[in-house]
Nanobody, 123 residues
Framework: QVQLVESGGGLVQAGGSLRLSCAAS????????MGWFRQSPGKEREFVSA??????RYADSVKGRFTISRDNAKNTVSLQMNSLKPEDTAVYYC??????????????????WGQGTQVTVSA
């Protein structure tokens, strides 16, 4: 069982930056690929970024602006978000997937989820 707790969300102006963090419980953190998804009202939950033993992936909409990193010693994963746009406004969720070498780009198949943290980008 893995429990995930996100932090770092908030309100920021367009062009600004935020850093999201996710703390995971458990002793097998390194066995999991870690990812970030987001969901805005009326839309499906969508993939943002993920990192596993085989590397990292980004949605096209955030490439060059967001950077994912993880610290296996501290059981944390972070998402540095720069050059934020109003369309980045959403609830951001941390997720964990048993790392089998392929990162899933859809919510289905991710094993554990955090409660989410709100990110609001004003124009």
């Amino acid at each position: 069982q893995v429990q995930l707790v996100e932090s770092g969300g908030g309100l920021v102006q367009a062009g600004g930056s935020l850093r999201l963090s996710c703390a995971a419980s458990g002793r097998t953190f390194s066995r999991y690929a870690m990812g970030w998804f987001r969901q805005s009202p009326g839309k499906e939950r969508e993939f943002v970024s993920a990192i596993g033993w085989n590397g990292s992936r980004y949605a096209d909409s955030v490439k060059g602006r967001f950077t994912i990193s993880r610290d296996n010693a501290k059981n944390t994963v972070s998402l540095q978000m720069n050059s934020l746009k109003p369309e980045d406004t959403a609830v951001y969720y941390c997720a964990a997937q048993v790392d089998l070498g392929t990162i899933l780009l859809v919510p289905t198949g991710w094993n554990y989820w955090g409660q989410g943290t709100q990110v609001t980008v004003s124009a």
